[in-house]
T-cell receptor, first 114, second 115 residues
Framework: GAVVSQHPSRVICKSGTSVKIECRSL??????MFWYRQFPKQSLMLMAT?????????EQGVEKDKFLINHASLTLSTLTVTSAHPEDSSFYIC??????????FGPGTRLLVL | QKEVEQNSGPLSVPEGAIASLNCTYS??????FFWYRQYSGKSPELIMS????GDKEDGRFTAQLNKASQYVSLLIRDSQPSDSATYLC???????????????FGKGTKLSVKP
């Protein structure tokens, strides 16, 4: 399967700060990157989809100005949670895709906002 | 609304038994189906993918797909305590009709294998 890394794996921050999460596709050219989040005891929910070199498409209810996504290359996508609040505490997981298909996930980033 | 439904469990089976996990989906155009295993605090790990009606076997795992009934299942033979995890059923939404080609997940079934 695809080798995907995420950094950081865990982050604790104060309310109001911004957090950047990096997702790298190490052996796979990710023309598409899917960003999911998972709240405790719930399943993964798609937040947004980004295509390399294009603006991201956000799912309903996900604020594009709060969750900034950059997908500047085929191997790197970043998700920035701006002005994070406690309700943004979640498990953020990226999933690289190619040709509109995706199967593999990064190891995830656990965000805790105090 | 495209949905994937799973029994949340917990499903408890003794070691060595067969665990049977079920999933139904609502979108008939779906063509690709996946089972993931997720340990607590970890990211989902792909176990099986299935695209055609019938059975697909890989080691102790067998996935079954019935597109007419919109039903997909996962059997785990000779269950081990290390199989204890949450199993997520996922359905791939083809690009188009509002889909970006992402996966839609069920809420997962928690499996507990007792020694």
């Amino acid at each position: 399967g695809a080798v995907v890394s995420q950094h950081p794996s865990r982050v604790i921050c104060k309310s109001g700060t911004s957090v950047k999460i990096e997702c790298r596709s190490l052996d796979f050219q990710a023309t598409t990157m899917f960003w999911y989040r998972q709240f405790p005891k719930q399943s993964l929910m798609l937040m947004a989809t980004s295509n390399e070199g294009s603006k991201a498409t956000y799912e309903q209810g996900v604020e594009k100005d709060k969750f900034l996504i950059n997908h500047a290359s085929l191997t790197l996508s970043t998700l920035t949670v701006t002005s994070a609040h406690p309700e943004d505490s979640s498990f953020y997981i990226c999933s690289p895709g190619q040709g509109g298909k995706t199967q593999y996930f990064g190891p995830g980033t656990r965000l805790l906002v105090l | 609304q495209k949905e994937v439904e799973q029994n949340s469990g917990p499903l408890s089976v003794p070691e060595g038994a067969i665990a049977s996990l079920n999933c139904t989906y609502s979108d008939r155009v779906s063509q690709s189906f996946f089972w993931y295993r997720q340990y607590s605090g970890k990211s989902p790990e792909l176990i099986m993918s299935i695209y055609s009606n019938g059975d697909k076997e890989d080691g102790r795992f067998t996935a079954q797909l019935n597109k007419a009934s919109q039903y997909v299942s996962l059997l785990i033979r000779d269950s081990q305590p290390s199989d204890s995890a949450t199993y997520l059923c996922a359905v791939h939404q083809p690009v188009g009709r509002g889909s970006q080609g992402n996966l839609i997940f069920g809420k997962g079934t928690k499996l507990s294998v007792k020694p």
